[in-house]
Every structure is written in structure tokens, then in C-alpha cells.
């Protein structure tokens, strides 16, 4: 008995011993813990990290900042600022015709007179000048005034001839736009046009402001098309076109005379206008509260071929303040080149400029006459109309270049113009200031830039971001019992399938796009203001308006459709049991879809997930065709101008497989995270 | 020592009331009849087992009272409120515990979690309260070592005793099993059974779809057997299983004894 029970009993399990690791061992797991590509890729970042420090680009940044102690690398940055300035509406205009037969359009405010009378020819006056008669027009003339008296202006005069006032834009009734001469409009009034219901069928009343004007045997109504802005900047007198809307605010005053006036000139009401205007450059050291100073930098790069230097010599350049009063003067190379000669058949020739059809092209190339230092004719004295045609070489005067000296060999010098200017803002007059990349974007220079590598990820994460979005949304409408969202997202999901990635692109670029611009159907008037966000948006991105929102939306949009079939397929591997299991509790179907199905699969989903990340990352490459200057399109720009295609790929290529092995692991380490016991 | 027994405990108003319901399914193959003119009374604090062959309609029964299948025909009132058309369903199946065959735990979620989670998102109790009704349920179930492990390291049994904590956490009024112990191995029955028998004899309304014979005596007050969607016989668990009326009850009894 007690022998029996004894052998009942087990013998003890002897306890395992544990040692602990020894450090070989340690570093043994841990090494075959790291996939062999891993190394491949710590040893290419290692590779493109070496590459980079070698980088000229890289190198003129640390020598300018090894020459700068005082500075840090905010000034590797241009800002932008956005200055509120004051500038005039140019809202009228004469067309002028002067004695050589050109016409030029001159605005209200700079016409002195207007009055009947005569032309006379100058004594000067090539051969042929007639004396003409009519509305005779005195204006005061900028274009002249920089050569004949430097420190004000000329008078000039011509006959009117054409429209006075700028053209209106006005939309019919049945929706079609035409141009009206002003003097051909009756009356203008606030009110509804309504529509032409039998042209149109489907048509909407538009309302506006009314224009009644004159067409041959009728009289017509269209609303007025309000029209970019003509402004003229108040200090050099440089005229731009602004979209209506950057106006930000209107002022009624007067125009005086100019000193040498005839007497009778009577000031002319104007209207000012206030429109953010765009100062870029660094901002200086040592501004007050009130004011900034920025140094303006507007580089120009010329090359001069060696045979047309007279003479260089290194002095001080003095800029043309005419041209623009806030420059300054700096120290340079100034070099004097000898004017190039053209020659050709001369084809139309009138007292100011010479049409010359050149040497191979087929078109005439205008020369203007006062710029021609010496011509030649074959046969002599031959002009245009002659029937066996006019050879004519011309010499052009001499001028000269200033500027600093970047490159001098063999062919000839390129010089860089650098009319470096100080300008101070009043701070309370800034709109708005954006960082902007100060040196240009070397493929390898991701610091210096806002495009390669940067906007690659950049994009890449705000359209994964977006993409997930959309595609959980469709996810979910793809289970839901509700026909409208399920055939809603069905068919979503299997066009947006069908479209190759790069038409969608294009889509959204060229098609969606263009049609937000014009939120009325009028190119140039009102934008959606969901365009407007996103401009502003690639603005802050990129500096200035590109595809940038395009792209992103676009790529959202191509993989939301996968994301949506990834995620529907994660929801329905969660078991039937799950949902029953959280209804039985009271949970409602959020709930229950929040608390229990979603966090389940969420975990089934996450490897399709990175996989689709991963290949949205090599996706992002599409974007390029849309000219953002992301990785592939910094690569091409690369190669096209040092024709060094090796490299430039190379590189590109390198980014790329860096990026994806990285987010290989990461992908990796967060699936090992997110494992059920 | 005097354990409970069903005796202890008073059978009250009728909670559950089943009145004339009919269910079709729709399959490709054709309509299957599940339920026929089903109507059954339950009372506060009976424990009723429904016992079958194999689509005899008593699961779809089970998951009728709490509407996770819909019906054609007929009504059900639990706890005086109509099922039909009700509008807020939710707050009935709060009311109603439902453990499954194959448990049904949340595997993202530790037992802890699995218990506390509908506490906090429907009843919106606080973390702590939540938390403290957890603890003492899997105390009652008999497995508080383990709240702050993953189900799928559990054993089949304690699976399910956690899935009755869960469904017990929301203190409902009524408790249907369908078929709480047909996935187990034959070695856990038993743990589930006791947490089962511990809860008919502390006075819940029960509705079980078991085939558990010793459960059904010493538990149930009431015993049905149901076949081709209808009630063929009902009985006290005794007199059903010993004398049985019905041929097809007979038949079907003579299979599983």
C-alpha cells in the first residue's frame, strides 16, 4: 500500500537554471534582430550624409556663415513681406498718336491738355512728316523723360484718335461676353438683368450693375464685368494689373499739376487705392519697433562674350535712381561692351524703330531707332518698299554692365547685376511676412529649400493624412446598411479605380481647379473661397502660388480609394460575434463601432496600410508632371541643366530607397507594437 | 451547510411576454420558417431552459428578445416595453445580458477592460466605479487573478465566465445563454455551470438554450422543448425529461439520454 502510493507520486521536475546572457550573446540577438537591408540602409544614409557635407551648395552656406559670425541661419531665409501701399487706380486712358505713327495709351492723369489744334512737324523731323490736325493731347511722358531730363519729366504731344477710357467687359443675357468702347455707353444702373429664357432654356437672372449701350440698330443690356485693376505705384511710376480683390482699401483725392504745366491745368480727381505689395529680401539687424529694414536683392545674370569687351574696371556702380529712387550704390565691376550687330532684310521702317526680318529667323525683330549707333544698307539708300528687297546691318550702341563678377574664362565673363537695395517698412504697414528660401535648392541641400526631400514628405503626409480620411469614411459606407451611402462610396471607390493616378492629378490641376477660380464663370473676378484658403496655404508652403493643393487633393483622392477597400476588408475580418457581442450591451452602432470593431481592425489593417503609405511616397513622384519641385522634379531640373544624369538619378534614387527602408522599419516596429497577445 | 436551491427564491410578474411571433429567413435556397406562432409567458425571476434539435428556431428565439434578430409578425414586451418599433433599442438590451457560444470577448481589451468598457460608454459610470464593479463580478465568477490579461490567454471556461461578468456589470434584468457551454471542453463545463446555477438561485431572470440536463433540473423551474420553429411541449424540468407527452419530445430525448 504505502509502496503503491509512493510511486503515484512524481518525481520532482528539476528547476531550470538560469544564467545570465553574456555580453557576445547579447550583441549576437540583437544583430540578428536587424534586418541585413537595415544595414544597407544606414550604410546609403551614411553614404548621402557624407555626400551632402561634400555639397558645393552646402559649402558656399558654411563659408558664408564662417564669414558672419554675427549672423544665424535665419538669414539663410528670405522674407516676404506683404506692405500695405498706397498706390493710384489708373482707371483711364487716351490712345495717343504721335507724328512717327506710333500710338502709344497714355493715362487721364498724366494728360496735361486736350485741346483742337496742330501738330507741326519738329525741324528735325525725317522727311515725309506732315503737320496733322485734330485733338491735340499734351501729356506728360515718363518714357522720354529718363533720357532728355533726368530729373523730371517731358511733355509730349499727339492727336487722339481711338477710344477714350478703357474698355468694358460686360455679360449678356444669354450669357456671352462682350467688349463695350465706353463712349458707347447710354446709362449704368444697379439692377437685375433678367435672363433671355428662350436662347437659354436653363438660365439664371443675373444681378449687377446694368450697363445700356449703343449697337448698331439696337440698344443693349449687359452687367459689368468688374475687371483686374490697373494701378500705378505713386514713387517710380511702375504699373501692374491686381486681381480686384487684393485691394484693400479706396481713397478719393486729386492729382496736382506737375510744376511745368501749362497754366490752365486744373487737378485731376483720382482715386488711391491700398493693395498688399510684395517686398522680398533679408531682414537687417537693429530695426526699432516701428520699422524694418530689408535688404532687397533682384539678381540678373549676363554673359558677355570676351570679343565684345571694351573695358573693365572695378569702381562704384551707381544705380539709376530714376528708375528706381530707393536704390543704392555699390561697389562692382562696371564694364563697357560694345553694342552687337544684326543684320537682315529690312522689312518695314517707320521714325522711331526699324522692322528687320534677321539672318534664319522668319519673323521681323523690332529695333528701336534711337538704340541703332551705326547702319549699313545694301544696296545704299534703299528702304523697305523696294521691290528687290534691302540688306541693312546695324551696329547698337555701346553700353555697360555692372555688377559683380562670377565667372571669367576663355569665351567671355558672366556678371551678376546685384542692385542691392535697403528699403525700410513701417511695421504697422505689413500686411503679412512668409519665410522664403533664400539659396536656390540643390537636390541634396534639403535645409536650404522648401522642395526635394522636404515637399516629397511634406506632400506625402498631408495626402496620406487625407487619403486615410477618405478612405475610412468610404470604409465605412462601403459596410453601412444604408443603400445611398454604400452605392455612394461604391461608386466612388471603382471610378476613382479605373483612373490612372496621373489623370487625376491632371484632373484636379486642370480641370477642378480652374473651375474654382472662376466661382461666377468669369475668369478673373470671383475666386471660391476655398481656393483662396489653399492659394494662401501653397503661398506659406512654397513662396508662391503653385499645384501644391492640386497635388495633394489629388493624390487624397486616387488613394482614398484604396484605403477605403483596406479598410472596409479590415472591418469585415472583425467577426459578426464582435458586433453582435457590443450590441447585446446597449452600445449603439457608433459605439460599437468605435469601441470594438474599429480598434480591431485597425490592427488587421495597419501592414496594407504602410504598404499603401509606402507606395504613396513612391506616388508622390507623379506629382513632378504638375512642375512641383519635389524630389524627381529637382533630380530632372538637375540633370537637364549640367547634363549629369548619373548622379542626378543616382541621387534621386538613393532618397527614395532611404525613405522607404526607413519607413520599412517603422512600419515594422509599430505592427510588432500593435500585436495581440 | 444549506447551499440554495431553487426553491429559495419567488417567482414574480411576468417580465418576458413572447405573443404569436413568426420569423422567415430569406436564404438564396429559399424561405426557411424559423420561428411559427411562437408565444411564451417568463416571470420575474424564472429560469426558463429551452432545449431542441438543431434549427428548431430556439436560438432565434433567444436573440429575438433582445432584437438582435428581427421579427415578421407578433411582439414581444420586455419589461413592458414593446420590442416592436421600439426606438431605443439600445436602452432594452442594457437591460437584457446576453452570453454566447463562443463568448464573444473584445481580444483588443484585457479582461478588466472587456468588463468595463459598456459600464463606462452606455451606464457613462466613472472610471473607478466602473472599475470596482468589474473587480468584485470576477470575484463572484470565481477568477479575479486574471482581470489585467488578454482573453485569448484564458482557457475556454474562463472565457465564458468573463463574457457572463461583462454581460452582468450592466446589472440587467434578464440573462439569456445560448448555449454557454456547447464550445467548451467537457472539463469546464462545470466551473460555468456553477456561476450559472449561483446566479437562477440568487433570484435572476434566466432564459437558457442548453442541452445541459443536470443544469436544467436542479436550476430551471420550467423546461421547453421547441421543434421546427414552434413550442411542441412545456414543463417542469422533471416531468418533461422523465414523462415526456409529445412523440417528437420522446424522440428527441431518446437521442440525447
Not at chain 1, 550573446?25 to 540602409?41: E, F, K, N, Q
Not at chain 2, 419589461?79 to 470577448?105: C, T, W, Y
Amino acid at each position: 500500500m504505502g509502496q503503491s502510493t509512493k510511486a503515484n507520486v512524481p518525481p520532482p521536475v528539476p528547476e531550470l537554471i538560469q544564467e545570465p546572457p553574456t555580453v557576445p550573446d547579447l550583441l549576437l540577438g540583437m544583430a540578428r534582430r536587424v534586418p541585413w537591408w537595415a544595414v544597407l540602409l544606414f550604410l546609403l544614409i551614411f553614404w548621402v550624409g557624407i555626400d551632402m557635407l561634400n555639397d558645393q551648395n552646402d559649402r558656399d552656406i558654411l563659408d558664408w556663415l564662417a564669414d558672419r559670425p554675427e549672423v544665424n541661419t535665419d538669414e539663410l531665409y528670405d522674407v516676404v513681406y506683404e506692405v500695405k501701399t498706397e498706390v493710384l487706380l489708373v482707371s483711364e486712358t487716351v490712345r495717343v498718336r504721335g507724328l512717327d505713327d506710333t500710338s502709344v495709351t497714355v493715362p487721364i492723369q498724366q494728360v496735361v491738355s486736350q485741346e483742337d489744334g496742330v501738330i507741326n512737324c519738329p525741324e528735325d523731323a525725317p522727311e515725309g512728316c506732315l503737320s496733322q490736325r485734330g485733338v491735340v493731347v499734351t501729356y506728360q511722358d515718363f518714357e522720354n523723360a529718363n533720357r532728355e531730363s533726368p530729373n523730371g519729366t517731358v511733355e509730349t504731344k499727339g492727336l487722339r484718335t481711338g477710344v477714350v477710357g478703357p474698355l468694358v467687359r460686360v455679360t449678356l443675357a444669354d450669357g456671352v461676353q462682350t467688349v463695350v468702347a465706353p463712349n458707347d455707353i447710354l446709362s449704368e444702373e444697379e439692377g437685375v438683368l433678367a435672363c433671355d429664357a428662350i436662347a437659354v432654356p436653363d438660365c439664371a437672372s443675373l444681378s449687377g450693375q446694368i450697363v445700356t449701350f449703343n449697337r448698331p440698330y439696337s440698344l443693349r443690356q449687359g452687367i459689368r464685368v468688374r475687371a483686374d485693376a490697373r494701378i500705378r505705384h505713386l514713387e517710380d511710376g511702375y504699373e501692374i494689373t491686381i486681381r480686384p480683390n487684393r485691394i484693400l482699401s479706396r481713397r478719393e483725392g486729386t492729382l496736382e499739376c506737375s510744376p511745368n504745366a501749362t497754366p490752365d491745368c486744373v487737378p485731376t480727381p483720382v482715386t488711391y487705392v491700398v493693395y498688399p505689395e510684395k517686398i522680398i529680401g533679408t531682414e537687417l539687424r537693429g530695426d526699432d519697433d516701428k520699422e524694418v529694414q530689408v535688404r532687397t536683392v533682384e539678381q540678373q545674370t549676363v554673359q558677355i562674350s570676351r570679343s565684345r569687351i571694351i573695358n573693365m574696371e572695378v569702381g562704384t556702380v551707381t544705380c539709376d535712381r530714376s528708375e528706381d529712387p530707393r536704390c543704392q550704390d555699390y561697389e562692382g565691376t562696371i564694364v563697357s561692351v560694345s553694342g552687337e550687330t544684326f543684320s537682315g532684310r529690312l522689312s518695314t521702317e517707320s521714325a522711331s524703330q526699324y522692322d528687320i526680318i534677321l539672318e534664319g529667323d522668319a519673323e521681323a525683330t523690332e529695333f528701336e531707332r534711337r538704340d541703332i549707333q551705326e547702319e549699313i544698307r545694301n544696296p545704299d539708300d534703299c528702304t523697305s518698299t523696294d521691290a528687290d528687297g534691302c540688306e541693312i546691318t546695324i551696329t547698337m550702341n555701346d553700353s555697360t554692365v555692372a555688377g559683380r563678377i562670377i565667372a571669367d574664362n576663355d569665351s567671355g565673363v558672366t556678371i551678376e547685376t546685384v542692385p542691392e537695395k535697403i528699403v525700410t517698412l513701417r511695421k504697422s504697414d505689413i500686411y503679412s511676412t512668409t519665410a522664403r528660401t533664400y539659396k536656390t535648392c540643390a537636390l541634396n541641400n534639403p535645409r536650404g529649400c522648401n522642395a526635394g526631400i522636404w515637399l516629397t514628405i511634406i506632400v506625402t503626409l498631408s495626402a496620406f493624412s487625407l487619403a486615410l480620411l477618405i478612405g475610412l469614411l468610404m470604409g465605412l459606407f462601403r459596410v453601412s446598411s444604408n443603400p445611398i451611402f454604400y452605392h455612394l462610396s461604391t461608386f466612388y471607390v471603382e471610378l476613382v479605380r479605373g483612373v490612372p493616378l496621373l489623370v487625376i492629378l491632371l484632373y484636379f490641376a486642370f480641370v477642378v481647379s480652374p473651375q474654382m477660380r472662376d466661382a461666377d464663370g468669369i475668369i478673373g473676378d470671383i475666386t471660391h473661397p476655398i481656393y483662396d484658403t489653399l492659394t494662401k496655404i501653397e503661398v506659406q508652403v512654397l513662396g508662391n502660388e503653385s499645384f501644391l493643393a492640386e497635388a495633394v487633393i489629388g493624390l487624397a483622392v486616387g488613394y482614398g480609394a484604396f484605403l477605403a477597400e483596406v479598410f472596409r476588408a479590415g472591418i469585415q475580418s472583425v467577426s459578426r460575434g464582435q458586433t453582435e457581442a457590443a450590441r447585446s450591451l446597449g452600445m449603439s452602432y457608433f459605439q460599437s463601432m468605435r469601441h470594438v470593431i474599429l480598434p480591431q481592425a485597425i490592427r488587421t489593417v495597419l501592414p496594407p496600410l504602410g504598404n499603401d503609405f509606402i507606395a504613396m511616397l513612391k506616388d508622390s513622384s507623379l506629382i513632378a508632371i504638375l512642375a512641383l519641385p519635389e524630389l524627381l522634379q529637382q533630380g530632372r531640373l538637375y540633370s537637364t541643366r549640367t547634363f549629369q544624369a548619373i548622379p542626378a538619378y543616382n541621387a534621386v534614387a538613393i532618397f527614395y530607397i532611404v525613405m522607404t527602408l526607413s519607413l520599412s522599419l517603422m512600419v515594422r516596429a509599430v505592427e510588432r507594437r500593435s500585436r495581440l497577445p | 451547510m444549506t447551499s440554495p436551491t431553487k426553491k429559495d427564491k419567488q417567482i414574480g410578474d411576468v417580465i418576458i411576454q413572447i405573443r404569436n411571433i413568426h420569423k422567415q429567413f430569406r436564404t438564396p435556397r429559399g424561405v426557411v420558417h424559423a420561428l411559427r406562432d411562437v408565444s411564451l409567458d417568463i416571470r420575474t425571476g424564472e429560469v426558463v431552459t429551452v432545449i431542441g434539435p438543431s434549427g428548431s428556431g430556439k436560438s432565434t428565439l433567444l436573440r429575438c428578445i433582445n432584437r438582435l434578430e428581427t421579427f415578421d409578425r407578433g411582439d414581444i414586451v420586455v419589461d413592458g416595453i414593446p420590442l416592436h418599433g421600439a426606438k431605443n433599442i439600445n436602452r432594452i438590451r442594457a437591460e437584457v445580458g446576453m452570453v454566447f457560444q463562443s463568448f464573444n470577448l473584445f481580444p483588443h481589451l484585457t479582461v478588466l477592460e472587456n468588463i468595463m468598457l459598456a459600464q463606462r460608454v452606455v451606464r457613462k459610470r466613472a472610471n473607478t466605479a466602473s472599475k470596482e464593479k468589474a473587480m468584485e463580478l470576477l470575484g463572484r465568477v470565481g477568477i479575479p487573478d486574471k482581470a489585467d490579461v488578454h482573453p485569448s490567454q484564458l482557457s475556454g471556461g474562463q472565457q465564458q465566465r468573463v463574457a457572463i461578468a461583462r454581460a452582468l456589470a450592466m446589472d440587467p434584468k434578464i440573462m439569456l445563454f445560448d448555449e454557454p457551454t456547447s464550445a467548451l471542453d467537457p472539463e469546464m463545463i462545470n466551473e460555468v455551470l456553477d456561476v450559472m446555477m449561483a446566479l437562477a438561485f440568487g433570484g435572476m431572470t434566466m432564459v437558457v438554450v442548453s442541452h445541459e440536463m443536470g443544469f436544467a433540473r436542479a436550476a430551471s423551474d420550467r423546461t421547453i422543448f421547441m421543434d421546427s420553429g414552434m413550442i411542441v411541449e412545456q414543463n417542469t424540468p422533471d416531468n418533461l425529461f422523465d414523462n415526456p407527452q409529445h412523440d417528437r419530445t420522446k424522440l428527441f430525448l431518446s437521442k440525447i439520454l
